[in-house]
């Protein structure tokens, strides 16, 4: 497909949701009626097939398509709830420089011609993992979370996303609470993109729904509960549509400040 | 009672050890490094005239506003002149 879209899922910290917003926004794209392939870089610490709930139907990897062992359609596991979506999955016996940048771009520029979205999901760190995750990409997504070391290893990211060409960063603020955030004891959302200074793609509160899907294998994107519908949103920002931010800096209002008097004496 | 005696909250002081953070981060230079230039900058500029060394400020900014996208950091002295002709 001649306009489709590669799309790098990263964050520098480890922790911060890679892997759970690779799923979800897939998922939500596949729900769309998209071709969407996922493709798992972290090479010897595999979990998108986990938390897609697929990780009993690998039988070849990224590894093997890299190596010729199997062609890049065998590697592919399809999803059966969800029509369109594919996940390419890693391998977890060996390691990273199993695969180099260039080997990256090859099978990427294959995915292209059957998918309309490819997402990689990037390993944490910022060594030869990220490299080919990114080397094939055209758009990132940062995720992060409203904490200093997370949004410090954001902003290294996204300057060696600059440094290797990307016009395209989108931010994720993943966890945030607002209850915190009211009583002025987390960072808001302004506040972080503010400090980083690239482009809000979506806010995804701390949400339990998030660890029962995780449990059951199965992406929560467009349930009615909080992250489903941060992560429909998401999706739908994706796909280029203008979805207002409900609440981006509802910092400390007066009547929260009033109340809040009583709450802290 | 801290709404009225305010203490720094901790999101306040997250964002100020950020900001601080993510310039010598994104310079590449550690907070001592810009101590020594500034020091190094005082000694050259007092050869010609005399400065309040103690109330200079240097920082090294990305220029402008929306600093993302432009490569280089610029350096800015703010140096406080006491007279002109030593």
């Given at each position: 497909m001649s306009n489709s879209e590669v799309i790098v899922v990263t964050s520098g910290k480890g922790g911060v949701g890679k892997t759970t917003t690779t799923a979800n926004v897939g998922t939500g794209l596949a729900k769309l009626g998209k071709k969407v392939c996922l493709i798992d870089t972290d090479i010897g610490l595999r979990n998108l097939d986990v938390v897609m709930g697929?990780?009993?139907?690998?039988?070849?990897n990224l590894v093997d398509v890299v190596e010729g062992s199997c062609r890049v359609k065998q590697a592919l596991i399809r999803d059966k709830r969800n029509p369109g979506l594919y996940l390419m999955p890693s391998a977890q016996t060996r390691d990273k420089s199993a695969v180099s940048p260039g080997q990256m771009v090859k099978v990427i520029e294959h995915l292209r011609e059957q998918f309309d979205y490819v997402l990689l999901d990037c390993p944490a760190g910022i060594e030869q993992g990220f490299q080919n995750a990114i080397a094939g990409a055209d758009r990132a997504l940062v995720v992060t979370t409203p904490e200093v070391s997370a949004i410090r290893d954001a902003d290294r990211i996204i300057g060696l996303l600059e440094a290797n060409g990307f016009k395209q960063m989108d931010l994720i603020i993943n966890r945030l609470r607002m209850d915190m955030v009211r009583k002025g004891d987390m960072m808001s959302a302004a506040d972080v993109v503010d400090i980083l200074a690239v482009p809000l793609l979506g806010i995804v509160p701390d949400d339990e729904n998030v660890v029962i899907a995780t449990n059951q294998g199965e992406?929560?994107?467009?349930?009615?509960c909080p992250a489903g519908k941060a992560y429909a949103n998401i999706v739908r920002r994706i796909r280029g549509e203008e979805v207002p931010f409900?609440?981006?800096?509802?910092?400390?209002s007066f009547w929260t400040r009033v109340t809040g008097i009583f709450h802290k004496a | 009672m801290r709404h009225f005696?305010?203490?720094?909250?901790s999101r306040e002081t997250a964002r100020d050890r950020l900001k601080i953070l993510l310039i010598s981060d994104r310079v590449n230079c550690s907070p001592e490094m810009i101590e020594l230039i500034k020091t190094d900058i005082a000694k050259v500029i007092s050869k010609y005239m005399k400065i309040d060394a103690a109330n200079m400020e240097i920082q090294i900014n990305a220029k402008g506003k929306g600093a993302r996208g432009i490569k280089n950091p610029t350096l800015y002295a703010n140096i406080p002149i006491l007279d002109l002709h030593k």
């Open positions: 697929l990780e009993n139907r690998i039988v070849y992406p929560l994107v467009g349930n009615d409900p609440n981006l800096d509802k910092s400390i | 005696f305010r203490r720094k909250s």
